[in-house]
């Protein structure tokens, strides 16, 4: 004996949802996945793009304070510091670095120079170890141990690096950076028959900011200006 003549209560009247049905339900949510799709996508986008020009400076949007440099200006360089190290201007990989000439006989505008500099990157916390590269411009007296007794005499720490090289190299190198330093010579009889040779070098004191490429991007000349100094390598660096 049968245990139903029909169908049991739950399934009376049950229709089965027909395939007609089915697609139109999935046509149905199919533009609502794909607008929220779109919509996310575009939104991480839009993130994306703000971040990486927040992190990406243009220095040529940047308003320096020295002289933006354009053209042809420096060159690449290897020379040894004060102790005995091989320097480059690529050395120091990505970071921003400064430059200039002096030499260590100097007492008019090298100290004025060097105080400047000294002070524009030690009274900041993300400046103060920034590479500082000085070129001597007179290296007949400025062999290694005179070079080392200047940093030594100006407290100078190991992100300093008084530089020199053969004559012709270091030519080659002022040439690039638009230096001519010349002797002026004065000739002074002492005692009886001897002469002594007292010589000064004549020379400008450019300070070159250099990008991470270890390339020449901004200049500032005397006067040497701190604040003007601390304020272009903030942009430098992205800081």
Not at 63 to 80: H, N, S, Y
Not at 102 to 114: K, N, R
Request: aromatic share 8%.
């Amino acid at each position: 004996m049968p245990l139903y003549l029909s169908e049991p209560p739950s399934r009376k009247n049950h229709k089965p949802p027909t395939v007609a049905g089915r697609f139109l339900v999935t046509t149905n949510t199919i533009p609502k996945l794909l607008i929220y799709r779109i919509l996310v996508l575009g939104f991480i986008g839009i993130i994306s793009l703000s971040f990486y020009q927040c992190s990406h400076t243009d220095l040529s949007t940047e308003q320096f304070v020295g002289t933006k440099l354009t053209g042809k200006f420096g060159r690449d360089f290897e020379l040894i510091d004060q102790n005995g190290k091989s320097i480059s201007n690529s050395t120091h990989g990505n970071q921003t670095a400064i430059l200039t000439f002096l030499f260590s006989a100097c007492t008019d505008v090298c100290p004025i120079v060097t105080s400047q500099i000294k002070a524009t990157i030690s009274d900041s916390k993300e400046l103060q170890n920034i590479p500082v590269m000085i070129i001597t411009v007179d290296p007949d007296r400025d062999d290694q141990q005179t070079r080392l007794r200047f940093t030594n005499k100006w407290n100078l720490p190991s992100n300093w690096h008084f530089l020199s090289g053969e004559p012709d190299l270091l030519k080659e190198i002022w040439n690039s950076y638009h230096l001519n330093p010349q002797i002026s010579q004065t000739q002074q009889q002492r005692l009886q028959r001897s002469l002594e040779t007292k010589y000064k070098i004549v020379h400008t004191t450019p300070i070159y900011l250099l990008d991470g490429k270890g390339r020449p991007k901004v200049l500032h000349s005397s006067p040497i200006n701190s604040e003007n100094l601390r304020s272009d390598l903030h942009i430098l660096i992205g800081k």
